[in-house]
């Protein structure tokens, strides 16, 4: 089959390789109807994930059709509509008990495919851990509707779970890439009084604009001065931080009101400094790490019951032959793209 593979820092190829197989009594094989292309897969290319495994196909984000399941998998069957979650859970030790499944402590827990095992910009997969991997799709749902539900969709529901926004709340957040907008959806649905998003690139504001107009958006260098404008309390009660540059974690903080939440959604291609001199007195409480992606069926519920819709996100579709020229036109963010749909078939 092929597979987008890993080869070197700054080097994918794709190449032919065999269809994965069960390894253990837990897992199940996907064929990949549907995945995409996230960000952090351009930081494995790019280097800057030092625990990912040359070698291995790249992908975490995808939804497909279950083909194959070891004996101890009871919740999903051959033939079952599927999203793939992006974390690796065993649903058993005390972090998976306690909802923190991206500290999991089996030797694959956390993000592990298309990271330190194989991923999904492939024909197939193998899911470890399946009774916690798999969600099965509603009957009225789409693939492409539930493609993003994995992972950045789970990243913005998480974020805005964590960001304890209560109902009148203003709320910043900074960031109009694909996981800011579906972290925008999930902000959404927890009834806030006003929502500012942040976002240097015009076209993406104008994206903003006009499929949310209850939101107000704001360029970087304006965006101090609007939300003190625009809260009570001389700043944002929570602030989400999904763009990853030391400027907006800069912003996200300088934003803040204080005792406000700021959630450190975004991955950073290397250390941020906390400047405490400067932010001494504010009182902020910093939530930070990767998502604990164990809400997929609650997300999913919320897409079958129209509250949550992340298809305008997926502006472009490749065949997977053609992964080459996805990558080169979401890296480089060409045509106005904000996510890529890739057909699993090679065919």
């Known amino acids: 089959m092929l597979a987008y593979t890993y080869v070197e820092p700054g080097k994918f190829e794709l190449l032919e390789k065999p269809r994965p197989v069960l390894q253990d009594s837990r897992d199940a094989i996907v064929r990949v109807s549907l995945s995409s292309i996230c960000t952090s897969d351009l930081h494995i290319k790019h280097g800057s994930v030092p625990r990912a495994v040359s070698g291995i196909t790249v ?137 500012i998003l942040c976002e240097k690139d015009p076209d993406r504001r104008q994206f903003v604009a006009e499929q949310y107009p209850q939101v107000e958006t704001v360029a970087p260098e304006q965006v101090v001065e609007k939300v003190k404008a625009w809260s009570c309390h001389g700043g944002a009660d929570a602030v989400l931080e999904v763009a990853g540059t030391p400027e907006s974690f800069r912003l996200a903080w300088e934003c803040a009101r204080p005792n406000a939440v700021v959630v450190v959604v975004a991955l950073y291609d290397g250390p941020q400094t906390l400047p405490l001199p400067d932010m001494y007195g504010k009182n902020l409480i910093f939530k930070t790490g990767g998502v604990d992606g164990c809400h997929c069926k609650e997300i999913l519920e919320l897409i079958a019951a129209g509250k949550i819709d992340t298809t305008s996100l997926i502006t472009h579709t490749y065949p997977l032959r053609e992964i080459e020229t996805a990558y080169e036109l979401f890296e480089n963010r060409r045509d106005g793209v904000i996510k890529v749909a890739i057909c699993g078939q090679s065919e």
């Open 59 to 195: 992908g975490h984000e995808m939804v497909g059709i279950v083909e194959e399941v070891g004996a101890d998998v009871s919740t999903v069957c051959p033939g079952d509509r599927v999203t793939v979650n992006v974390e690796t859970f065993c649903g058993k030790c005390f972090f998976c008990q306690n909802g923190w499944v991206n500290n999991c402590t089996d030797p694959h827990g956390g993000w592990a495919l298309g990271c330190r095992i194989d991923g999904g910009q492939a024909e197939c997969v193998r899911v470890p851990y399946a009774d916690q991997g798999l969600d099965r799709i509603p009957d009225t749902v789409s693939d492409l509707q539930s493609l993003l539900v994995g992972d950045v969709l789970a990243t913005g529901y998480w974020g805005a779970q964590i960001a304890q926004i209560q109902p009148g709340d203003t709320v910043l957040i900074i960031g109009a890439g694909p996981t800011g907008l579906c972290t925008l959806q999930c902000v959404l649905l927890q009834n806030p009084g006003k929502v």
